[in-house]
C-alpha cells in the first residue's frame, strides 16, 4: 500500500538557521507533490508545488526538490523566522488526490 | 474574498447520535474535498465531488458515513450512529476544477468532533 513518511522528530532550531524537512514515498509514483504549512486549530495552507520532471523549486525563503528515483522530497525553510514555526505536510499526488504524511512540527526559536 | 468555511467548529455528540457537518466552498470552485484528521496525523481523503457529483468516495470509512452536495456548491458529511473512533478534526478544502495534482487545495478551518 501507498506509504509517506515524514520526519519522525520535531525541528527545533535557531532564528536564521536553515530547517530541512524530509519526505519519502513508497509503493506510487506521484506526478506533483505539494507541501503544506498547517498551524494549530486551522486547515492547512498550500506552500509550493513540484512536478516530477522538476528538481527544484523555489518560493522566497522555501526551496523543495524531488527525487523520483529515491522517492523523496527535501523542503527547506533558509533563515528562519519564529513566525515559521508550524506543522509542515507533504502531499504526494496522483490526479486530484492528495495523500498526506503526518507532518513535521517546527519550532524556531529566537 | 471569503475563504472556506465550515460549521460547526466543535460538535461534541454522545455516542449512537447522528451528526450533521457543513461546508462552504469558495464561490465558483469546482471540486469539493472532505479530509479526516485524527490528533498527530495528516488530513486523510474522505471524499470528492465535483460539481454535484460525488466521483470518489474510496475513503468514507463505514456506511455510516454519508455526504453531500445537492447543488453543487454548499456540502454536508453526515455521520450516522457515531462511535467514539470518529473524534477526529474533519477538514473541507475546494479548488477551481481539482481535476489535478496541479491545483491547490483550499482548506477550512475544520470541525473538531468529540463522541463521548
Known amino acids: 500500500s501507498q506509504k509517506i513518511e515524514q520526519n519522525s522528530e520535531a525541528l527545533n532550531i535557531q532564528e536564521g538557521k536553515t530547517a530541512t524537512l524530509t519526505c519519502n514515498y513508497t509503493?506510487?509514483?506521484?506526478?506533483?507533490l505539494q507541501w503544506y504549512r498547517q498551524d494549530p486549530g486551522r486547515g492547512p495552507v498550500f506552500l509550493l508545488l513540484?512536478?516530477?520532471?522538476?528538481k527544484e523549486k523555489r518560493k522566497e525563503r522555501l526551496k523543495v526538490t524531488f527525487d523520483t528515483t529515491l522517492k523523496q522530497s527535501l523542503f527547506h525553510i533558509t533563515a528562519s523566522q519564529p513566525a515559521d514555526s508550524a506543522t509542515y505536510l507533504c502531499?504526494?499526488?496522483?490526479?486530484?488526490?492528495?495523500?498526506f504524511g503526518a507532518g513535521t512540527t517546527v519550532t524556531v526559536r529566537a | 474574498g471569503a475563504g472556506v468555511s465550515q460549521s460547526p467548529r466543535y460538535k461534541v455528540a454522545k455516542r449512537g447520535q447522528d451528526v450533521a457537518l457543513r461546508c462552504d466552498p469558495i464561490?465558483?470552485?469546482?471540486?469539493l474535498f472532505w479530509y479526516q484528521q485524527a490528533l498527530g496525523q495528516g488530513p486523510e481523503f474522505l471524499t470528492y465531488?465535483?460539481?454535484?457529483?460525488?466521483?470518489?468516495k474510496s475513503g468514507l470509512p463505514s456506511d455510516r458515513f454519508f455526504a453531500e452536495r445537492p447543488e453543487g456548491s454548499v456540502s454536508t458529511l453526515k455521520i450516522q450512529r457515531t462511535q467514539q473512533e470518529d473524534s477526529a478534526v474533519y477538514l473541507c478544502a475546494s479548488s477551481l476544477s481539482g481535476t489535478s495534482g496541479e491545483e491547490t487545495q483550499y482548506f477550512g478551518p475544520g470541525t473538531r468532533l468529540l463522541v463521548l
Open positions: 513540484i512536478r516530477e520532471n522538476e
Open positions: 465531488f465535483q460539481n454535484e457529483a460525488q466521483l470518489d
Open positions: 464561490s465558483g470552485h469546482v471540486s
Open positions: 509503493n506510487y509514483s506521484p506526478a506533483y
Open positions: 502531499a504526494p499526488c496522483i490526479d486530484y488526490k492528495l495523500s
